[in-house]
């Protein structure tokens, strides 16, 4: 019953955090083109926002199993809660966009850490056989929150401007630090030289990029995702340009697209403990970016809003039953003193061309069109996934039974 309990606090924080988190994932590239007219700008700050997570990645996860999770969740909560409240203040004063590339970014930072401590916790307050479960009520969940904060952002940013829906982001980091307050999660001994705090953070790093080398279904996700990450980071810059440059609509309307696009992620969190179950880990994985790869190839094709939104719910359903399965798979064959360090090395290496590819892509559109780049995008990203076919996915169904190479439980 306190587990259950404990689960369910832990549940509404990430819930309201993911409702302010929606207000910035509108508001900022909003913010960045009303006050430049590039979507070069946006994708270079959404390249620099990469940069930031990647950094905290070699060092998040040694931090996150070494310290008490709690109080470092706790800790980002805060940073974020100031970090993003200090854009409106600074817009009273004077509009100044290069702040938003010293401030952003380094929010990253923090979000990177929180995220790492939030995988690790999921386990310490469900049992084990329930992670896929319990993943799949968190997707659901925030995808549910992320259509409401669309949804209201899109109307707040139209109504009152960007800053506005970026202030309203920083209030949901101080609710979500309250929610945290109540929480505990279990706590884990760590044995030997890692106790004693020997093992330098790069040493730490290394040993959850080890983890991943030495677990053949890990590193066949980790090479694979980083490939895809490289063609999909900028895709949010490319909705929102494609709605408001080619398409001429308004504020209001990408926060509405953007809104429904998380009824995919929603329904995927539903399903996705019965179609891993139905179809296993690797299909699911390899099917899920396939499917993808067609959704991309359709953005530019799409010619109006209700279009562009199918578009937007069918790549979301697709990315949300790919990462919860890769997420769960992690959380079910990692040890757990070793979960931090596997968790910050997989996003920080699959991540890692993620700004370049941003970067390119934004430019790319800039140059030619949405709808050119966005077929060849896609079509890559169909081949990448393609490419899983011949690897240890193919012949995985639940992704832990055969995975685990023989040097793997090794710190």
Not at 358 to 373: F, P, Q
């Amino acid at each position: 019953m306190m587990r259950r309990r404990q689960f369910g606090i832990f549940w509404l924080a990430q819930g309201l955090s993911a409702a302010g988190d929606a207000f910035s994932l509108i508001a900022i590239p909003l913010l960045v083109l009303r006050e430049t007219g590039s979507i070069t700008q946006m994708g270079l700050l959404t390249g620099l926002t990469s940069v930031g997570s990647i950094a905290s990645g070699t060092f998040a996860g040694s931090v996150v199993d070494r310290v008490d999770r709690r109080r470092l969740m706790l800790l980002c909560d805060g940073a974020r809660a100031v970090l993003f409240g200090l854009i409106p203040v600074l817009w009273l004063a004077e509009p100044q966009v290069w702040t938003l590339y010293l401030i952003v970014p380094l929010a990253a930072v923090f979000s990177m850490t929180f995220h790492v401590a939030y995988v690790t916790a999921v386990p310490g307050l469900v049992p084990k056989e329930d992670l896929t479960a319990a993943n799949g009520k968190l997707e659901a969940t925030y995808a549910a929150m992320t259509l409401v904060g669309m949804t209201l952002a899109g109307v707040v940013a139209a109504a009152f401007g960007p800053v506005t829906a970026i202030a309203v982001d920083a209030a949901s980091f101080a609710l979500s630090m309250a929610c945290l307050f109540v929480i505990r999660f279990a706590s884990v001994t760590a044995t030997g030289p890692e106790a004693a705090g020997s093992v330098r953070s790069r040493a730490g790093f290394l040993a959850g990029v080890r983890f991943l080398w030495e677990t053949p279904i890990l590193k066949t996700l980790t090479i694979l995702l980083s490939l895809q990450t490289f063609l999909t980071l900028g895709l949010v810059d490319v909705f929102i340009f494609h709605l408001k440059h080619d398409l001429v609509e308004s504020d209001r309307a990408v926060g509405y697209v953007l809104a429904v696009a998380t009824i995919g992620s929603m329904v995927a969190g539903g399903l996705v403990p019965y179609v891993r179950r139905a179809f296993g880990l690797g299909w699911c994985w390899v099917g899920s970016y396939v499917a993808c790869g067609v959704a991309i190839c359709c953005i530019g094709l799409s010619h109006n809003v209700v279009s562009v939104s199918a578009v937007a719910v069918a790549f979301m359903f697709c990315t949300g039953v790919a990462g919860t399965c890769s997420l769960s798979l992690r959380q079910e064959i990692t040890p757990d003193h070793l979960l931090g360090r596997v968790t910050s090395a997989f996003w920080t290496i699959h991540n890692a061309l993620g700004p370049i590819g941003a970067a390119l892509l934004t430019a790319a559109v800039a140059r030619y069109s949405v709808s050119s780049v966005s077929l060849l995008a896609g079509f890559l990203a169909i081949l990448i996934a393609l490419a899983g076919i011949f690897t240890p996915l193919r012949s995985s169904r639940d992704g832990a039974t055969s995975s685990v190479g023989p040097q793997a439980n090794r710190g």
